[in-house]
């Protein structure tokens, strides 16, 4: 191991310790500290930070994520991060009531219990966890799973609650490297190996605030989590639930949909088909649907997860309505999940 250094976190006072061999990140996620973060790869500027003072260095990233103007002007992104010696950080994106709260996260073994298909090309699939481990999370996160034989790992959400199996649903692609395992390889009795928990898109307590979830594609996963969540609890705030896909026989869990939207007070669950829509789901990408449906978003908390066009169209559409920034938490996919 290399020397260790302060790391301290403005505005908020909080100070960790940082090994010169790990990023800043996970010297915070070790320490239990939950900084706002996405990929944990460099391309998804969700860590994205302001070094005030100190000696670092940044492992390789993309200049999508980070401009290189930015990086002239001191700007960082904290998964890329290593210390060289003691750091004053600002961060831009926190949430103060999640700070202190994060689950550090660990590695377990796992055995494959079920490989469903949901769809032509989303696959759902179930992990028990070794028994003499446990891998506590928050519904909402994600973990990585290591890809056999090749010391990858790629990262998926769970769709279920804490408490159970691990539960994921997995878009196939082409070529994917875990998801290409999908098609049979991958059978009930494999091991794989997690670790996890990460991810900032945990429900946030406010009663008196209405719900807009968004997903699209496999980004059913989290937001299906949180559904789950809502209805064990019995919320009664008006929650909305927009899916995006391209035709019906891209749509899934719709039973379950219905069935937890009925042990919630307001609730409605609207698909976003662009093509070949036709009653009762509506045609248009999921912003323009949701377009169609809401007013002013000024007092409401909002919930996405899909590919990052869907996401940022939807963070400019929702802001455009009124939604305050801090009150959108997504979950975004990045190019390399499964490539």
């Not at 609730?267 to 007013?295: M, N």
């Not at 869907?310 to 559409?317: H, I, P, S, V």
């Amino acid at each position: 191991m290399g020397d260790k250094h302060r790391i301290r976190f403005e505005p908020v006072g909080i100070e960790i310790e940082a090994d010169e061999e790990e990023t800043v990140l996970d010297a915070a996620f070790r320490q239990g500290v939950m900084l706002m973060h996405g990929c944990k790869e460099g391309q998804c500027s969700s860590c994205k930070s302001f070094l005030l003072d100190g000696d670092q260095q940044m492992e390789r990233y993309s200049t999508f994520a980070l401009a290189d103007y930015e990086s002239e002007e001191g700007y960082v992104l904290l998964c890329r991060v290593h210390a060289y010696g003691d750091l004053s950080v600002e961060l831009i994106n926190y949430d103060e009531e999640m700070l202190l709260s994060g689950i550090p996260p660990r590695q377990v073994r796992t055995t494959v219990s079920a490989v469903e298909a949901q769809t032509h090309d989303i696959v759902r699939l179930a992990l028990t966890v070794d028994p003499a481990d446990e891998l506590p999370y928050r519904t909402g996160q994600y973990v990585d799973i290591e890809v056999p034989g090749t010391g990858q790992w790629r990262s998926f959400s769970m769709a279920g609650l804490p408490g159970g199996r691990l539960e994921f649903l997995i878009k196939r692609y082409p070529g994917g490297l875990f998801s290409g395992l999908l098609d049979g390889t991958l059978t009930p009795g494999d091991p794989l190996t997690v670790k996890g928990p990460y991810g900032t898109c945990v429900m946030r307590d406010a009663p008196d605030r209405d719900l807009i979830l968004l997903a699209g594609g496999a980004g059913m996963a989290p937001i299906l989590a949180q559904l789950r969540g809502l209805a064990a609890t019995g919320s009664t705030r008006r929650t909305r639930f927009y899916y995006g896909a391209r035709t019906r026989r891209d749509l899934f869990a719709l039973d379950e949909i219905a069935g937890l939207g009925d042990r919630l007070a307001d609730f409605a669950f609207v698909p976003a088909l662009s093509e070949d829509a036709s009653e009762p789901y509506e045609q248009g990408l999921i912003t323009e649907v949701v377009d169609r449906h809401e007013g002013d978003l000024s007092q409401a908390d909002a919930y996405l997860c899909g590919p990052p066009p869907m996401c940022d169209a939807a963070f400019e559409l929702l802001t455009g309505k009124g939604m305050p920034e801090e009150r959108i938490f997504l979950d975004k996919f990045t190019t390399s999940a499964d490539s």
